[in-house]
């Protein structure tokens, strides 16, 4: 099966670009100054514990969506995505 990816790839303040789910992992595990460090925990896990297509994907909305509510990463996403991504924070 293949890896999410993020199309295009996220890049987040810093210069920091954001690939696949590893790389949000990677990422979130590091970053130490989040504003609601329970959400970035809750989507931290589901992150780590996406198996399958549609959990991965799910989990990478969630991803985008908790680095735009940080102010980590502009608004690229589509207008359908971001939805999606709101709509997996709340969840």
Same mark, same amino acid.
């Given at each position: 099966?293949?890896?999410?990816?993020?199309? =295009? =790839?996220?890049?987040? &303040?810093?210069? @920091?670009?954001?690939?696949?789910?590893?790389?949000?992992?990677?990422?979130? @595990?590091?970053?130490?100054?989040?504003?609601? =460090?329970?959400?970035?925990?809750?989507?931290?896990?589901?992150? +780590?514990?996406?198996?399958?297509?549609?959990? +991965? /994907?799910?989990?990478?909305?969630?991803? /985008?969506?908790?680095? +735009? *509510? +940080?102010?980590?990463?502009?608004?690229?996403?589509?207008?359908?995505?971001?939805? &999606? *991504?709101?709509?997996?924070?709340?969840?």
């Amino acid at each position: 099966m293949p890896e999410f990816r993020f199309d =295009p =790839p996220l890049t987040l &303040k810093g210069n @920091i670009v954001v690939r696949n789910l590893d790389g949000a992992v990677r990422f979130m @595990i590091g970053y130490r100054e989040a504003h609601r =460090p329970a959400l970035q925990t809750s989507v931290l896990h589901r992150v +780590e514990g996406a198996a399958g297509e549609a959990e +991965e /994907r799910h989990a990478g909305y969630a991803f /985008r969506g908790w680095a +735009e *509510a +940080e102010g980590l990463a502009g608004a690229v996403a589509a207008k359908g995505d971001r939805c &999606k *991504a709101e709509q997996q924070l709340r969840a």
